[in-house]
């Protein structure tokens, strides 16, 4: 079945660690994005790329970074600059980045910070 | 820029009852509009959306939404509710001049009451 993978589902952090979440799709789909969601706040776009090895900023990109040198895999690093990371972070792709295009979600990987 | 309203935080019905969910979006073109459904701990199902043509939009799982241009809402209709609705609900519209970029409203917690 296609469909679009995160791991881990909980993550732990520690003070000045970096961590990385996986996002993986076989859709086959071209655009992929990162969100971050807060109790309350509904979903807040943090990076997002069109095309393998091409990404740009969202809302909310202080403290991550991202890489995209596959197709299929989009994923996050939390930096230890990014000094309120406890959320959930939810990963989102489709078909092309034209605005028509519908975007479907992963399961989503909860931080927690030690 | 665009925004979308979620006017209810949190809506309790009884099971077999009808709902309604609000959203208002602000926008000054032909909007591209969704509705997304999130149980506890998980990612995001799409439930149905509107680009064009006939402004009443049949979803999954029953659920319907109209687009009132005039009232620049998209609500999210069911004519009877199931226990397993319950659930968060979101609102989304995808940003002019963008590549597929959602704006999210900060949705709506469904309990259903058995």
């Known amino acids: 079945d296609g469909g679009i993978t995160q791991s881990p589902k909980y993550l732990f952090r520690k003070e000045g660690q970096n961590v990385t979440l996986s996002c993986e799709q076989n859709?086959?789909?071209?655009?992929m994005y990162w969100y971050r969601q807060d109790p309350g706040q509904g979903l807040r776009l943090i990076y997002y790329?069109?095309?393998?090895?091409?990404?740009q900023k969202g809302d909310i990109a202080e403290g991550y970074s991202v890489s995209r040198e596959k197709k299929e895999s989009f994923p996050l690093t939390v930096t230890s600059a990014q000094k309120n990371p406890t959320a959930f972070y939810l990963c989102a792709s489709s078909m092309s980045g034209v605005r028509r295009e519908t975007q479907y979600f992963g399961p989503g990987t909860r931080l927690l910070v030690l | 820029a665009q925004s979308v309203t979620q006017p209810d935080i949190h809506i309790t019905v009884s099971e077999g009852a009808s709902l309604e969910l609000r959203c208002n979006y602000s926008y000054g073109a032909t909007p591209y509009l969704f509705w997304y459904v999130q149980s506890p701990g998980q990612g995001l199902q799409l439930l149905l959306k509107y680009f064009s043509g006939d402004t009443l939009v049949q979803g999954i799982k029953g659920f319907e939404a109209e687009f009132k241009r005039s009232q620049s809402s998209f609500n999210l209709r069911k004519p009877s509710v199931h226990w397993s609705d319950a659930a968060e609900y979101f609102c989304?519209?995808?940003?002019?001049?963008?590549?597929?970029?959602?704006?999210f409203g900060t949705g709506t917690r469904l309990q259903v009451t058995l």
């Open positions: 790329s069109q095309i393998v090895n091409d990404f």
């Open positions: 989304a519209v995808v940003r002019t001049g963008t590549a597929s970029k959602l704006t």
């Open positions: 859709l086959n789909h071209d655009a």
